[in-house]
């Protein structure tokens, strides 16, 4: 599994939301300036972050998951985790599950030490934002239970993110099959063949993984793979959209909160 750790790194730079850039990044970008130099339309002088901060005081749980971000990523303040920490931990009790997700990550310190660490907590959190179908929390707990050495369930919840487009996901899952049994071996290979169609340019890792997949197949058995890597598809849930929009969603959040 750790052979395709460096393939799954790189693919999962290029799939980064907005939310996950980098802070210098999101500091370039002209949403980025209006959050802390565009005046409000409502005629007060807040700037949005100001304003999220406000809808936030309310309770708005989306507000409250927004105003953790910036405050994560240093979007419009400066970075503050306490800060980011505690308006996640209000969205999730309020049931916002990309909030929830980031809570998890929290637990299992992702973004520094705000919290102790706990495994079982992170666990939970972010197993509700997959079950409701957001890619990059079922991606985490496939990579907590194989970390604990369940790979059903990890496999299960890489397929879960992989039908999703979700590539590091794809990796590993097709790293895992093509260890397997034959008939996973068949899919392992199909997933590998869909990493190949995705890649910019074919590294000498993945290379090596197909050549060595392929080897241990008959050609009956690479011709199946090329029919189900043939009619591989991937779709976004809802939750997995939602969560890509990061920032850009913000004006429209306001502007909403914002109608009498």
Not at 134 to 153: E, P, R, S, T
Not at 210 to 238: C, H
């Amino acid at each position: 599994m750790l052979r395709l750790m460096s393939l799954a790194l790189c693919v999962q730079l290029a799939f980064l939301t907005p939310y996950a850039q980098s802070t210098e990044s999101s500091r370039a970008s002209p949403l980025h300036l209006a959050v802390t130099d565009a005046p409000a339309e409502d005629g007060k002088g807040l700037n949005m972050f100001d304003r999220l901060v406000a809808l936030a005081e309310t309770g708005n749980a989306d507000a409250q998951y927004n105003l953790g971000m910036f405050y994560n990523n240093g979007i419009g303040t400066q970075r503050d985790t306490a800060s980011a920490f505690r308006y996640f931990a209000k969205a999730a009790q309020a049931g916002h599950l990309l909030a929830s997700y980031k809570v998890g990550c929290y637990y299992a310190r992702q973004f520094g030490s705000v919290v102790p660490l706990d495994e079982q907590a992170a666990l939970t959190y972010k197993l509700r934002a997959a079950e409701a179908g957001y890619d990059l929390a079922q991606h985490d707990v496939g990579m907590h239970f194989a970390k604990n050495g369940d790979m059903d369930k990890a496999s299960f919840w890489w397929a879960k993110a992989s039908q999703q487009g979700y590539t590091p996901s794809t990796a590993y899952l097709a790293n895992y099959l093509s260890r397997a049994g034959t008939s996973d071996k068949v899919r392992g290979l199909a997933l590998l063949l869909v990493l190949k169609d995705q890649a910019s340019k074919m590294t000498e890792e993945l290379s090596e993984r197909l050549a060595g997949a392929q080897a241990t197949l008959s050609e009956d058995d690479r011709l199946k793979a090329e029919r189900v890597r043939a009619a591989w598809s991937s779709t976004r849930t809802p939750l997995s959209t939602i969560a890509r929009a990061g920032i850009s969603a913000v004006p429209a959040l306001l502007q909403s909160a914002a109608r009498p």
